[in-house]
């Protein structure tokens, strides 16, 4: 049972989720093109966005479930874990499949491993929170969960739509060369 006093960020937390995936669904459309390219890069611009539709789903899902009086909130936990586990060996073997096994890749690839172990994470309170309905703890874990689901979906619709990116370790690489990030110095220059 969700304990009375976080009640109200579920129903936030369900109202930011809809808009969200509402948000995506423009950002997958005006990025259509660039999602149905045959070229390399393209699976991982997929990725990014099924990770952040999947985030977003599972914020949903486990929001709208919390919201339901009764023991909800527990098996929705451990059912929308499972799909997310069942997306991250999916993206993980799709990167496998087409060798995109790169540096460049390594990026999405440990951002897929936090998923799992968020996933995992959430599994387990679910279990928990099944076996123990008054288990508020785990209550506050997952919506803890929640929200780490937000800013994973949030970062991965960033990286979809091109949003720019500041690196520390790029940004002091950059100011350490003494030129602007994105320019080459003299003698650097394309034909």
């Not at 969200?20 to 093109?33: E, K, M, N, R, T």
């Not at 966005?49 to 909130?73: E, Y």
């Not at 799709?94 to 999405?108: A, G, M």
């Not at 959430?122 to 800013?151: E, K, M």
């Amino acid at each position: 049972m969700v304990p009375e006093s976080i009640h109200d960020f579920f129903i936030a937390s369900a109202s930011v989720a809809g808009a969200l995936i509402g948000l995506l669904f423009v950002a997958i459309s005006v990025s259509a093109d660039r999602l149905a390219e045959a070229k390399e890069g393209t699976q991982v611009h997929r990725i990014r966005a099924s990770a952040a539709l999947t985030a977003f789903l599972n914020t949903l899902v486990v929001s709208l479930l919390a919201l339901i009086p009764g023991h909800k909130i527990g098996p929705a936990s451990v059912a929308v874990a499972i799909v997310g586990l069942l997306f991250v060996a999916a993206a993980l073997l799709s990167l496998i499949r087409l060798h995109q096994t790169r540096l460049r890749t390594l990026r999405e690839a440990v951002f897929l491993v936090g998923l799992v172990v968020t996933f995992v994470f959430q599994f387990i309170q679910g279990i928990d929170l099944s076996l123990h309905p008054a288990d508020s703890g785990a209550v506050n874990a997952i919506a803890i969960l929640v929200t780490l689901n937000f800013l994973a979906g949030i970062d991965r619709a960033w990286e979809l739509i091109g949003g720019p990116q500041f690196g520390l370790n790029r940004e002091v690489v950059a100011l350490l060369r003494g030129h602007p990030r994105g320019t080459r110095p003299r003698g650097e220059d394309s034909p």
